[in-house]
């Protein structure tokens, strides 16, 4: 299994309606991609960075569905969200394999 990780350390003033649209808008619309089959959403209890830190997993059966899906989608999703919450946030992605 692959898991896609995007970690975003979001504005506190404004990190429920970010939430809000994540769930809303933009997870929908990784998922309706089709590459992945389940995410998550967790926050960082102890982070010491300012403002809230949620990590968003995807997990994605193989490299395979991951490298289609950052090739055909993940651009147009992240000027999606860059467009939506300008300056508002930074963000870091990792990828992620599975140990048996």
């Known amino acids: 299994m692959i898991i896609f990780n995007d970690t975003v350390i979001i504005d506190e003033a404004i990190h429920d309606q970010w939430l809000n649209w994540m769930k809303q808008v933009y997870i929908p619309a990784v998922m309706e991609t089709g590459y992945f089959k389940s995410y998550q959403i967790l926050t960082v209890i102890d982070s010491p960075n300012e403002g809230?830190?949620?990590?968003?997993?995807?997990?994605?059966?193989?490299?395979?569905?991951?490298?289609?899906?950052?090739?055909?989608?993940?651009?147009?999703?992240?000027?999606?969200?860059?467009?939506?919450?300008?300056?508002?946030?930074?963000?870091?992605?990792?990828?992620?394999?599975?140990?048996?």
Not at 56 to 63: D, G, L, P, T
């Open 52 to 100: 809230v830190t949620y990590c968003i997993q995807y997990s994605a059966e193989s490299m395979d569905d991951f490298n289609e899906f950052y090739s055909r989608h993940l651009h147009r999703l992240q000027d999606m969200h860059n467009r939506e919450f300008e300056n508002q946030f930074v963000v870091f992605n990792t990828l992620m394999k599975t140990v048996s």
